[in-house]
Structure formats: C-alpha cells, structure tokens
C-alpha cells in the first residue's frame, strides 16, 4: 500500500475520501483528477492548490530545464486546476479557491530562485483571481506558511 492509500484508509476511518493521481503539469490529468473528485463527492466547493516542485542551485549554475519545471510546475499548474474549478464554480455562483505559496514566497532565501519566485506569483496571481472571481462569488485566498527552526536539545 503506499502513502497515498494510507492516507486514504486513515481519513475514511473517520470520513470520506478518494485517491486520484494528478500531475498539474498536464490538463489531461487536472481534468481527469476534478472530474473523479465531482464524480465521487458531487460539485467542488472549495479547492485547495498546493502544487509544488523545487530545485536547489545558486543563482549562477541553476539549470533552465529546472528552472522550467518549477514554474510549470508551481505556477502554471496551480493556475490551470485553479480555473479549471473556477469555471464549474462559476455556474453555481459560489465557492472558495485557496492557493497555497511559502514563506519563500516572502522571505529571501539563497538557493532556490525558482521555488521563491513561483510562490511569489501565487500571491499575485491569488489577488488578481480574487478580483476576476468576486462577481461570481467565488473567493481566492492564499494561504502561506512559515519556516520555524527548533533547537532539538
């Protein structure tokens, strides 16, 4: 069994819950995942994006190939389930869209250029939903984090 149907057998103990493989990279999969997720619990009330990929280099050596794939990731994909759900929110008039960033979104970090930078535009992109989505009651949020360094001893 592997994490992913763990997770399941733990949350229908006490509720409901599915697994659907999605890569937010491609639409075909972001379709099929929303429209397992529609089928299984009706329509989507709320979404909660949390895609998330990273590459660690320095400024100077970071790879465009990872580079590229942190957006696509990170940002591209987010935007993409992000108004792939707006748009079966949008009929019903209502719901919520919660993107999640990083504390690297806000915070300098050395390292990982790409990762700070796609959570950094999910905040933009968050805010300009916000507005686009409010006349058909649907809310964008974003939800950021925040990195605690605990000394263990």
Request: net charge neutral; hydrophobic share 50%; with cysteine.
């Amino acid at each position: 069994m592997d994490r992913l149907e763990v997770l399941v057998a733990d949350i229908v103990a006490g509720g409901v819950a599915i697994a659907a493989y999605c890569d937010v990279t491609g639409h075909g999969s972001i379709q099929a995942a929303i429209k397992i997720a529609a089928d299984t619990h009706g329509p989507i009330d709320i979404l909660v994006n949390n895609a998330g990929n990273t590459s660690a280099a320095p400024v100077l050596e970071h790879d465009i190939f990872q580079w590229n794939k942190v957006i696509e990731t990170n940002l591209t994909g987010s935007w993409v389930v992000a108004q792939e759900v707006a748009k079966l929110m949008a009929p019903r008039g209502r719901g919520s869209i919660i993107n999640i960033a990083s504390a690297f979104a806000i915070r300098t970090y050395a390292r990982v250029s790409g990762y700070a930078g796609s959570k950094a535009a999910i905040i933009h992109l968050t805010r300009n939903m916000a507005i686009e989505l409010a006349p058909i009651r649907t809310r964008a949020r974003i939800m950021t984090g925040e990195l605690m360094v605990i000394d263990g001893g």
